[in-house]
């Protein structure tokens, strides 16, 4: 099982927003509105920050929400804040066998 | 407050063994499914094994079926991973997670401990 393909980077201004988007196929993003989206400090654990493709967790800012269409989900951050740099995992289910595939990570820059 | 603290990892030589532990607090944890997730030297996340609440259904990624073994101690609140025959490939910081009951993501993780299978 491939790992889901993230862009490496992503780079914008405090308070413009970004979208980060998350490739699978047909056997996990596509197949399962399963997708969760991890949020990584350095040298911190993982934070789940979107889950079920479009859901947040109590406590994570409405600045966060999620999408998915076909085989790409995506996490857009809006109001861009230096806060938000990070890297960012997508995660999915991917069905009995393989269970989770995780994406390749994007790093976000606050400029 | 939900914590998960994970120990035993450190510097193995390849072809060795390792425990890794994590206990669980804050929570009824005999009610999760419960797994670890590991990150490579600078690399990204890649789960690597599931297990019931009550320890009757495992599962692995690939690259470590017939080596590591989870396992749970619910009276304990504990959580592990046992890995044998190590690889320089199997060097990571290794997380446990929880999942919520019916769902598919990971909600609380601990810290992670560092794995380092090297000469």
């Known amino acids: 099982q491939s790992a889901l393909t993230q862009p490496a980077s992503v780079s914008e201004s405090p308070g413009q927003s970004i979208t980060i988007s998350c490739t699978g196929t047909?056997?996990?993003?596509?197949?399962?509105?399963?997708v969760s989206w991890y949020q990584q400090h350095p040298g911190k654990a993982p934070k789940l920050m979107i889950y079920?493709?479009?859901k947040r967790p109590s406590g994570v800012s409405n600045r966060f929400s999620g999408s998915k269409s076909g085989n790409t989900a995506s996490l857009t951050i809006s109001g861009l804040q230096a806060e938000d740099e990070a890297d960012y995992y997508c995660?999915?289910?991917?069905?009995?066998?393989?269970?989770?595939?995780f994406g390749t990570g994007t790093k976000v820059t606050v400029l | 407050e939900v914590q998960l603290v994970e120990s035993g990892g450190g510097l193995v030589q390849p072809g060795g063994s390792l425990r890794l532990s994590c206990a669980a607090s804050?929570?009824?944890?005999?009610?999760?499914?419960m797994s670890w997730v590991r990150q490579a030297p600078g690399k990204g996340l890649e789960w690597v094994a599931n297990?019931?609440?009550?320890?009757?259904?495992?599962y692995y990624v690939d690259s470590v079926k017939g080596r590591f073994t989870i396992s749970r101690d619910n009276a304990k609140n504990a959580l592990y991973l046992q890995m044998n025959s190590l690889r320089a490939e199997d060097t990571a910081v290794y997380y446990c997670?929880?999942?919520?009951?019916?769902?598919?993501?990971?909600?609380?993780w601990g810290q992670g401990t560092l794995v380092t299978v090297s000469s």
């Open positions: 079920e493709g479009s």
């Open positions: 804050g929570l009824t944890f005999s009610s999760y499914w």
């Open positions: 297990i019931k609440q009550d320890g009757s259904e495992k």
């Open positions: 995660c999915s289910y991917a069905g009995s066998s393989t269970h989770y595939v």
């Open positions: 997670a929880r999942y919520p009951v019916g769902a598919s993501h990971f909600d609380y």
């Open positions: 047909s056997s996990d993003v596509g197949s399962y509105n399963l």
